[in-house]
């Protein structure tokens, strides 16, 4: 296989992992802004400074890449840099990948003639990591329960990737589990998993009998009506990107026991996590040779 030279840069981690797995692979790997992950970065080069990216193959930025100002996401230091500086410091021709890509980020990076790619957006990175945050969802939730999850009543907001993934890990537990959607095309396949369909619009209906509730949709779907109907002594547990899925103000009012849990697979298993992202990457990489091969 190929060896690449890797500038990693900001992240959890998760990216520590990876920038310690990619090292592992005999390429270079220099990172920035991993300075409380020392003990992993084993064999990294210690960047100070973003003009060290020059002359790298491909940067490679944690998920999400950066927040609403342009701030590359570094909670592992206190260094505080835009984006924007990543991207003038790389040379024509490199690569820069990243998870939650904003638009703005392409229409520099073209100015400079460097290829983005979000390995996010990837099937293989999605249903890995829809995979890891099922596994780390279940294992919060025993956290927060007093009893065991076997045949409780369990309701699955959602089935797409982690809904279905985390339905599968529940029933394997001998949960009680049902699972909403909207569309008859999956209440079909809930049917046929061996769950319990229910439509969304009929939750009202039988919400007070479950003690887990996880939720996945990026859509208020647990709003203050809702949450007067649940069992008070219920755990839930939003894994919905922004802006979720749950009214958390509602939620304390009433006294209910609600996590918000975006990122499980960084605060779980962050070395899976971070494996996760350097295979994609390396695919990404990977193809980017075949296609100028061919």
């Known amino acids: 296989m190929k060896k690449y030279s890797f500038y990693i840069a900001g992240g959890d981690l ?21 300075s409380g992950a020392d003990e992993i970065l084993k064999g990294v080069f210690k960047s100070e400074s973003l003009s060290d990216a020059a002359g790298f193959d491909a940067a490679v930025l944690p998920l999400p890449c950066c927040d609403g100002e342009g701030y590359i996401k570094t909670p592992l230091s206190d260094k505080k840099v835009k984006l924007e500086e990543l991207i003038n410091s790389l040379e024509h021709g490199s690569v820069l990948m990243g998870g939650f890509v904003p638009d703005w980020v392409y229409k520099l990076a073209e100015k400079r003639q460097i290829a983005v790619y979000d390995y996010y957006e990837r099937e293989e990175f999605a249903v890995r990591n829809a995979a890891l945050t099922a596994e780390a969802a279940v294992a919060l939730a025993m956290e927060l329960l007093t009893e065991t999850i076997s045949d409780m009543p369990v309701l699955v907001l959602g089935h797409g990737r982690i809904g279905r993934l985390l339905a599968s890990i529940l029933k394997a537990l001998d949960a ?119």
Do not use: Q
């Open 14 to 34: 998760r990216s520590a992992y990876l920038a310690a797995a990619l090292a592992e692979g005999k390429n270079k790997v220099a990172a920035f802004g991993l």
């Open 176 to 294: 009680k589990v049902t699972v909403a959607a909207r569309r008859f095309s999956d209440l079909a396949w809930i049917r046929s998993e061996g769950l319990v369909p229910i439509e969304f619009m009929r939750l009202k209906e039988h919400i007070s009998e479950f003690g887990v509730i996880f939720n996945t949709v990026p859509a208020m779907v647990l709003d203050g009506e809702l949450l007067s109907m649940t069992d008070k002594k219920a755990v839930i547990i939003d894994l919905a990107s922004e802006p979720c899925g749950t009214d958390f103000a509602a939620a304390e009012r009433l006294g209910l026991k609600v996590r918000k849990a975006p990122g499980l697979p960084g605060k779980f298993a962050p070395k899976t996590a971070g494996e996760i992202i350097k295979d994609t990457v390396l695919n990404i990489l990977s193809e980017r040779e075949e296609d100028s091969c061919g």
